[in-house]
């Protein structure tokens, strides 16, 4: 079974704090993802990798920087949180060739904002 | 714009019966659609997928139909168990060249005993 790692469950900042989101998978897969949850808008894609040297902006990327450290982590920061970046953060990774395009996801991050 | 719609926020079918999630979509570069389920404190974990070349794949008790002209797809499962209980959410690639899955915005299915 494929296992993703996200470092934190719960994370409660301030306005204008540093935000740091780790993300590990143990199958070194090629391709991984942040996306961020909102109520009634479903699942959302903030920025993708499809190995260490790709990195490509997802659909609500403003605000929001990545690195790919290795094959095996992603990590998504917030320079300077902001009160509508409260959210349900997770990673997702996916093994390059799949037929099924099925992504493996993180138990995700409930970011608090105040 | 969204993409992947599921005009559904909720649905509550008794157990036993037959739970239908339904899912559109406007993009008609979509080749490949998956079910994922999500319970609360999880990630959504993969269920059930179809390619755009197939108008059915069955997998126990979840079925998911494609109707590509109309652009609509949904997920049948029956019997429906307590257990089925989740946020579903729908996704689709596009054969635009990447990997990307655009998501629906999910349906929360409450199944009663």
């Known amino acids: 079974d494929v296992k993703v790692t996200q470092s934190s469950r719960y994370l409660v900042k301030r306005t204008g704090e540093k935000v740091f989101l780790e993300c590990v998978q143990d199958?070194?897969?090629?391709?991984m993802f942040w996306y961020r949850q909102d109520p009634g808008l479903g699942l959302r894609l903030i920025y993708y990798s499809f190995d260490v040297k790709d990195i490509n902006k997802g659909e609500i990327s403003d605000g929001y920087s990545v690195s790919r450290q290795a094959q095996a982590k992603f990590s998504l920061s917030l320079e300077s949180a902001i009160p509508n970046q409260t959210a349900l953060y997770f990673c997702a990774t996916r093994e390059l060739g799949q037929q099924t395009y099925e992504q493996y996801f993180g138990p995700g991050t409930r970011l608090t904002v105040t | 714009d969204q993409q992947v719609k599921q005009n559904s926020p909720s649905l509550s079918v008794q157990e036993g019966r037959i739970s239908i999630l339904n899912c559109d979509y406007t993009?008609?570069?979509?080749?490949?659609f998956l079910w994922y389920k999500k319970y609360p404190a999880e990630g959504p974990t993969f269920l059930i997928s179809i390619s755009s070349i197939k108008d059915k794949n069955e997998d126990g008790r979840f079925t998911v139909f494609l109707n590509k002209s109309a652009k609509h797809l949904s997920l049948h499962i029956v019997p429906s168990q307590p257990g089925d209980s989740a946020v579903y959410f729908c996704a689709a690639r596009s054969n635009f060249g990447n990997e990307k899955l655009t998501f629906g915005t999910g349906t929360r299915l409450t199944i009663i005993p």
């Open positions: 993009n008609s570069m979509f080749d490949y």
């Open positions: 199958m070194d897969h090629e391709n």
